[in-house]
């Protein structure tokens, strides 16, 4: 749990420090938190514990899933895909992270140059399936 809530607290701090607000769009009953950021900014113990490999060429995808309405966690099945603005797309593999009563799915992928990356998200509970696109200017640092 502990390193869960380093992990959170220094995506918030990342957020903070590239002037961005946390991201949050409501998709039929689930209200979808996301964000991607360099995994550069990750400190090398809350890498180590999550298997992310620090880089300044990799980002980290990280998505959560909530109830609009009561606000807990959600245990959904989490697929996407990442589009560079030539075309070239990464399959995004998403880990499911329970800590608590908190769920979140995170993957990385990889870029070469600042540039913005299309997201496209797919979210599936039993017979309930929403769709998250998102673009994200993705920065070397």
Not at 98 to 123: N, P, Q, V, W
Request: aromatic residues 10%; contains cysteine.
């Amino acid at each position: 749990m502990r390193m869960f809530k380093i992990l959170a607290v220094f995506c918030a701090l990342c957020l903070t420090s590239l002037s961005q607000a946390e991201q949050m769009k409501q998709l039929g009953i689930w209200d979808v938190h996301y964000i991607a950021l360099t995994s550069s900014f990750l400190t090398p113990e809350v890498a180590r514990t999550y298997g992310i490999q620090r880089s300044k060429y990799n980002a980290l995808v990280n998505i959560s899933v909530l109830d609009s309405t009561s606000k807990e966690a959600q245990k959904v099945l989490v697929t996407g895909t990442a589009t560079d603005l030539m075309g070239r797309s990464q399959t995004l593999e998403f880990k499911e992270i329970t800590e608590g009563k908190a769920i979140y799915y995170i993957a990385t992928l990889s870029f070469r140059y600042e540039e913005d990356i299309k997201f496209d998200i797919r979210l599936a509970k039993g017979n309930t399936e929403q769709k998250l696109t998102f673009q994200q200017k993705l920065y070397i640092e």
